[in-house]
């Protein structure tokens, strides 16, 4: 069995994963863990969605 991902899915799972690490090490209270974690997920997933848009406009 393969799992096949798009490129969305693909900047969703890293962005999931890479803002786990970001939320845990970069953050002393859970609390600041979690927001820190959400806001570099937003931003990640917000980055990849700019970069997509961007490189259709310079396509067209």
Known sequence: MTIQLTHFSAA???AVFASIVFGIT???TTRDMVRYGLYCFVMFLGG???AGWAMWLIRR
């Open 26 to 28: 970069h953050r002393e």
């Open 12 to 14: 969703f799972v890293f």
């Open 48 to 50: 990849a969605l700019l």
